[in-house]
């Protein structure tokens, strides 16, 4: 008997808007009743040869800065109940690593990143697309801590490249996205209400295939 197509969820949002803890909190409600694997957009930027100065200074806002058709690649590969080998992006050398992570294919799928919706056929692959909608103010406070603690980042590099980079790349190519989502949730992991809508989605539809 063949087995039913896995379900991929989509969930994007500017850098630090709190997608990444809706997909969390996505992926604990699933964690025990049925097989799920989050998939980061962030693991497929693009392998670099440029000199460290240099590929400090790339525009990892851009959807050039990734290798879409990889991920593309990769999330076909999965819904065919195939493994993949997913790389892995180092931040503090600003270039992926030579390792790779095995995943196996999964019931469900979160794909997370901020222009998943960006691709046209990205979304085709997608049965749920999510916008996480937050304040720029929030999202600067939010990536500011993250980066300082998570990739040890300074201040002044974090503020450079946000002024230059991350709110104007947002407003130009992340937030347009927003309308082909078929789910709009502002703050984040913070909105119980619209996480618990999605769950109840996303049960429907594995039972639906034959996958709760």
């Known amino acids: 008997m063949k087995q039913q197509k896995p379900i991929v969820i989509g969930i994007t949002g500017g850098s630090a808007s709190g997608k990444t803890s809706v997909a969390h909190e996505i992926f604990k409600e699933f964690s025990e009743s049925s097989s799920v694997l989050m998939l980061q957009q962030d693991s497929f930027y693009k392998a670099s040869d440029l000199p460290f100065e240099q590929r400090k200074l790339i525009n990892y ?9 990889l991920l593309v690649a990769d999330l076909k590969h999965l819904l065919a109940r195939e493994p993949i080998d997913k790389p892995v992006y180092d931040y503090k050398i600003h270039n992926r690593s030579k390792e790779t992570i095995h995943v196996e294919p999964r019931d469900v799928i979160i794909l997370e990143g901020i222009l998943i919706l ?14 996480v909608d937050t304040d720029d103010d929030i999202r600067l406070m939010r990536r ?10 300074s201040l002044d590099n974090i503020m450079d490249q946000y002024m230059e980079t991350v709110k104007p790349m947002y407003h ?15 703050e984040g992991g ?10 109840t989605k996303i049960k429907s539809i594995l039972a639906e295939r034959g996958l709760a």
Do not use: Q
Request: aromatic fraction near 6%; glycine fraction near 2%; proline fraction near 7%.
């Open 172 to 186: 130009e190519f992340i937030e347009p996205t927003k309308r082909y989502a078929d789910l709009i949730i502002p």
């Open 144 to 153: 500011i801590r993250r980066d300082m603690v998570e990739r040890g980042r």
């Open 190 to 199: 913070e909105n119980h209400v619209a996480i618990d809508l999605l769950v």
């Open 61 to 69: 806002d851009h959807p050039l800065a990734f290798d879409t058709p």
């Open 118 to 131: 960006a691709d046209e056929e990205l979304r085709k692959l997608m049965d749920i697309k999510i916008f």
